[in-house]
């Protein structure tokens, strides 16, 4: 019988916690207090503003335990607050970790995700300064609140596209899209081919090295990460800066595992590419002139495709109205797909 | 049928939030990005440190909803956040949320329960800054992280409680838990007298601005929030600050509500007092030369009583050893039980 929480308690969880995450060489900054007290204190650094971000995973919900390992769920949980970190051109810090377990999870597998968690933030030298750990209800689930910090103004907002902005995408958004849908299918034996959509699914990179690069050209007009989807953020762009885009199909990026991927299934690609999966790329608008500025502050970092997919465009009738523009030539306009939790 | 969840959607419900939050006049100060873009954005001021706190709550585990309305859920949640930053001396600034929901739940309570969270808020001017909702697995649970700020070098930790400091509680430790007592009985026709017990469980006080006076006094040598009960929150001081504590039955504070149920019930009111309940008092400790100091500091800002409930002493033995010297004068060593979520 594996060990439990249900064999060692709150408090005995919270000791091996403790010890993994100061085995993995997780110190914390001189002058920074951790977990121990009522709150962790820290002194934010003159010229820098603060970021907060936070994101819950729900199992059954957002992950499915038979498809993702402990390790890759704390890295995932872990990576898609840092992507909203980076989307706005910051660096993460310090993170707060809510988790709600069942009292026969083995201890072992909540080793496993706070090793995940270690892993996404110590490239940073991030730091787990508190959290809680509490009985769920049913599902098990985790919550990070994640603070990070960013030179004062250099912030790259929704709100500010304006149209004539040219718009860019990094990676290949959808690749998780397609990797889920691989999961889901429960092959027994899974093509060789499809492995790396599965691994975009289960080890999504996030791009925040690659945000804090465009920030500080100053030269972006926009930025948001593609946690709702290509066309559910870029709507949010679109709503929030009173603006619409058109979108050129061909532009669209697509790897050859999704591409095949999609053949082999008889589905229409764009479904996955423009629809919600769990990437964490980034969306990126700029003046046209700077287009190569922006690409190169990416490339110079990671060698990933960064794709001028479209244009931003004056507010014409609905506000955040995006068109596509097919390869026959056609326009038409798309509806979006962000992930409404609850809509059936 | 009463409007749920699953009729308007998670974005839908984020309209309704934002709508009922700004009614309430709960706007951001100038420069702080709020909800709606990546992360919130703030520039901290100069002089002080950040705080970070988080709590999470889930139906079933720490609340019964037929005992609670969800105004009184929303109060109850962000008060015990609160209470951390204020146990450190701080005062709370911005709020983050993370709600995960049943699609059957009735939009008038979420919006309740917001109204909770914004009442909590609003003596101090902190606003909620971000979130997500999610539909849960199974119970509803509420996950508040709590931003607060403290001058910098003013917190009072855990750790640095010395032998022969006076140790000072505020308020009726134990009235909350005889307060959860009295309506797990679930007497139809509860006693009058009992309700200012249930009242002090499902609206506990925080001692946030008492906590802030206590730090800027400067002469408090360590505090907490009494969140694992008496015995449990000083036995963090004890363990933290490597020293013991003897406390005297006979000063320990008890109100005549307590001590009339208890006795009506047949129950000893020590097991209230000095065992886990959800009151959020604070315990402080200092040199006994600043005791009265450290009370009119509190009593300036509220009428509540200030207990000196016993001292510090050096660890002798195992470390964290509470005595308790009782009214025949002889002294015994007590078993703490601060609340183990999972032990059984």
């Known amino acids: 019988m594996p060990e439990t929480l249900a064999d060692i308690g709150e408090f005995g969880l919270i000791d091996r916690i403790d010890a993994l995450v100061q085995k993995a060489g997780m110190s914390l900054p001189e002058g920074i ?129 304006r149209p004539g902005n040219a718009i860019l995408v990094t990676g290949y958004p959808g690749e998780a899209a397609a990797g889920l849908h691989i999961l889901l299918e429960e092959r027994p034996l899974p093509d060789p081919a499809d492995q790396p959509l599965v691994e975009a699914y289960n080890n999504p990179s996030h791009r925040a090295r690659e945000g804090a690069a465009v920030a500080h050209t100053r030269l972006a007009t926009a930025m948001i990460d593609t946690s709702d989807g290509l066309l559910g953020d870029l709507g949010h762009i679109c709503d929030q800066s009173a603006v619409g885009a058109r979108i050129t199909q061909e532009n669209l990026p697509m790897s050859p595992a999704l591409r095949q991927a999609a053949r082999e299934r008889g589905r229409d690609p764009l479904t996955w590419v423009l629809g919600n999966s769990d990437d964490y790329e980034l969306i990126i608008t700029c003046a046209p002139e700077h287009v190569a500025d922006i690409c190169s502050a990416v490339t110079r970092l990671n060698p990933i495709p960064v794709s001028h997919i479209g244009d931003i465009t004056p507010a014409s009738g609905r506000p955040g109205n995006i068109e596509i523009v097919t390869s026959d030539g056609m326009s038409r306009t798309i509806s979006r797909s962000g992930w409404d939790h609850f809509a059936s």
């Open 33 to 161: 207090l951790g977990i121990g007290d009522d709150c962790a204190v820290f002194q934010p650094r003159a010229g820098y503003e603060i970021l907060l971000t936070c994101d819950v995973m729900v199992e059954g919900r957002h992950y499915l335990p038979r498809f993702i390992s402990p390790l890759e769920l704390g890295r995932r949980a872990m990576s898609l607050n840092i992507s909203d970190i980076g989307a706005m051109g910051g660096t993460p810090c310090y993170a707060l970790i809510s988790l709600g377990l069942q009292p026969d999870m083995p201890i072992a597998d909540v080793e496993g995700i706070y090793s995940g968690f270690v892993e996404a933030l110590a490239p940073f030298g991030a730091a787990i300064v508190g959290g809680n750990i509490t009985q769920s209800g049913g599902a098990n689930f985790i919550d990070i609140t994640l603070i990070g910090e960013i030179e004062t103004g250099l912030s790259v907002l929704r709100s500010t596209a």
